[in-house]
């Protein structure tokens, strides 16, 4: 979900220095070790004796004979040691490709795998429409409803998906301004009122009114959005869900939590997982994507800050999450 008022990138392309480097772990392991031997060079060339007392040149010529056997040596091993950095870096290389190979299948198995469920559903609804034409109008009506909820659910899919891919692949055209948190979270629980209302729940925004950062106002209203969409579908009828905000040094630290049955420990460290499901049935059913919880610990982690899950006390779920202050 974006902010509908807000862009999300910026169309200027901002380029790292550091990557150019492109120091990889062989360069480095080569370059410190070959450091290593101008440093002996250097003290051989310079100082006669081992206890580094005096500075005298070379009399003998026995000494640059020694001298030059010991550059010839150098240069042996520094070719020995590129070679090895470099199949060490085009190992590590095919590592992380492979790696990252596995990762990219998953994920569009998992892609795959939630489209297909809203297409199956529109295709049937809308098969059956059309080889009905004396359908009933209710029943008519009704498949058609059905099949603008699945499409609906399938935009905010589609729209998840490209939002994560624009926050891997493009972070650094993130537009960074002068937010008001207060204020975006004030418009989510007008915009969510209805939903708490029709579910007995309760919202209390306990966050203070001048809590400014700078940060993206788009990707902040879909951290925001996304965590109050989890509890309305997950925290369960006459649920209270509370937001608060303590100002640290630097930083605003953030407590979302409701007092809902919870989570059990063993999916707490998966819950930002793309796609991750504790109930596939029951998120699916709620029309949940199964990317919010991601999308939320991706907006914190690119506005500096770090985010935790916990048990709420009695029960119910707690995140901890901070935001870098306005600077």
């Keep these: 979900m974006r902010h509908p008022s807000k862009s999300l990138f910026s169309t200027k392309t901002t380029i790292n220095p550091i990557t150019q480097l492109d120091m990889t ?6 370059f410190s070790v070959m450091a290593i031997f101008l440093m002996y060079a250097a003290f051989f060339v310079l100082f ?3 206890d ?17 056997f010991s550059i010839v040596i150098m240069l042996l091993l520094g070719w020995l040691l590129l070679r ?20 990219r299948r998953q994920l569009t198995n998992n892609i795959a795998h939630e489209l297909k469920t809203p297409v199956a559903s529109i295709l049937g609804y809308a098969e059956t429409i059309l080889e009905h034409p004396d359908l009933n109008p209710n029943l008519q009506r009704q498949f058609i409803e059905r099949t603008y909820s699945q499409a609906q659910r399938l935009t905010s899919l589609l729209q998840d998906i490209s939002l994560l891919n624009r926050i891997d692949y493009a972070p650094d055209q993130l537009v960074k301004e002068r937010t008001e948190v207060s204020h975006i979270v004030s418009d989510i629980v007008k ?9 007995h729940q309760t919202l209390r925004n306990c966050l203070p009114g001048d809590i400014i950062i700078e940060g993206n106002a788009s990707l902040i209203y879909s951290l925001f959005r996304n965590l109050v969409d989890n509890a309305t579908n997950y925290a369960g009828e006459g649920a209270v869900v509370e937001m608060t905000a303590t100002e640290k040094p630097g930083k605003w630290e953030f407590i979302f939590e409701d007092n809902g049955p919870g989570i059990a420990p063993e999916h707490r460290s998966r819950i930002f997982e793309r796609f991750y499901r504790i109930d596939k049935g029951r998120s699916r059913s709620l029309g949940g994507t199964g990317l919010g919880l991601s999308i939320v610990k991706n907006a914190v982690i ?9 048990s709420a006390d009695p029960h119910g779920l707690r995140f901890v999450f901070t935001l870098k202050k306005s600077s």
């Design 25 to 30: 772990e062989g360069k480095k392991m080569y």
């Design 52 to 68: 580094r007392s005096q500075f005298s040149p070379f009399e003998e010529p026995s000494d640059w004979h020694l001298l030059a």
């Design 302 to 310: 690119l506005h500096g800050g770090t985010i935790t899950v916990q």
């Design 48 to 50: 006669e004796d081992y």
């Design 84 to 103: 090895y950095a470099q199949r060490m870096d085009q190992r590590i290389s095919r590592e992380q490709a492979a790696k990252e190979n596995a990762m």
């Design 191 to 199: 915009e969510t009122a209805h939903i708490f209302e029709k579910r």
